[in-house]
């Protein structure tokens, strides 16, 4: 579904030679040793029994068994039993605090036989907390079985984490807080808990790599409209808007995407602005396209469709004045796959929503308002293209 793999079958409906085969599944535990995985964290302790990891608790902190080798997108598949209940997770594209023994953190696919039933959701560890809870899925929470194995898939590909339980599909994660990095066990800190894993293998699809759109100094790439006056200075795109002006102004990338990953960073200053994506130049205010708003006080992170629909989605104020940084760098992130569209604005979900009516290809452009004093700057902008699904 992303831009490392390519489908055979459409390849050669276009003509095109057929892509090579999908990588083949291969183990990451050889069944007899810990080659290849290293210890880190707390006192719990990690061995080789019967062909499985063995994980029993210890002191201190959550203790993890990690890959020496970190990975981008790839299919994981493992069996997991509890010989004494306790919390676990499987941590991918994690990373790790500098020391021998640092902080993990990163997405975890938790493992948890409490009553809340929440395994095979996703929890960042070290860092946000629950992403993808299993609230409200009645089937997913119950397919975990207590006293036997089980079996997990991971499969992260571009911004997509989705998780499935002895085949019942739990997670389907949109995230772009890390692109890669390595997989680990976990055995969680606490009183008692002994956990077993075997049959750990990964098909490695390689990885999703970020491309700038914004090269720092020149606006080449990019091509003004309307209203307003973009500039580069030091490294940030800056756009500038006055109240007297009648007409909004954007700056339209030349490229054009489908399917994307897009990141950046923005200061909103003053003034109303946005990023438009799947958009072209036409209609009474210059652009037709969906808008993700940008403003220093409310509805940044919402989706709006001007000349059409309004608004798709507005976010409620509270949740944007916890999440954004008024006048300061913010971090967003922009995900169109098919119909969904996912908001992040500085790690925090804002949107995500479903819209079968509006383009599905087009080009970027950054906004500032007409009617406004309007001043917004733009750095570090980069992008992913995705394949659809």
Known sequence: MFSTLAWPVLALLAGLPAAAEPPPSLPIFDGKTLNGW??????????VEDGTFVGDVGPGANTFLRTEKTYGDFRLELDARLDVPGNSGIQFRSHQKPGENGQVFGYQCEIDPSPRAWTAGIYDEGRRGWLFPLTGRPEAQKAFRLDDWNHFVIE?????????LNGVPCADLIDTEDWEGFIALQVHAGKSGRI????????DFGHSTPSPLFNGKTLQG???????????????????????????????????????????QVKPERGDSGVYFHAEEAGKSGVAGLQVNIDPEKDTGGIYEIDGRGWLFRPETAVIQKALKPGAWNTVAIVALADRVVVHVNGTKIADLRDDKAARAGRFALQVHAGQDVDVRFKQIEVVALDPR
Do not use: M
């Open 38 to 47: 290293t210890k880190v964290g707390g006192g719990a302790t990690f061995r």
């Open 156 to 164: 992260a590909r571009g911004p997509s984490l989705q998780t499935w």
């Open 196 to 203: 077993r894993w075997k049959n750990i293998t990964i098909q």
């Open 222 to 264: 990019w091509q003004a409209s309307g209203g307003g006056h973009w500039s580069v200075e030091d490294g940030e795109i800056h756009g500038t808007s006055a109240t007297a002006e009648r007409a909004h102004g954007h700056l339209f990338s030349n490229a054009r995407f489908g399917d994307f990953a897009l990141r950046f």
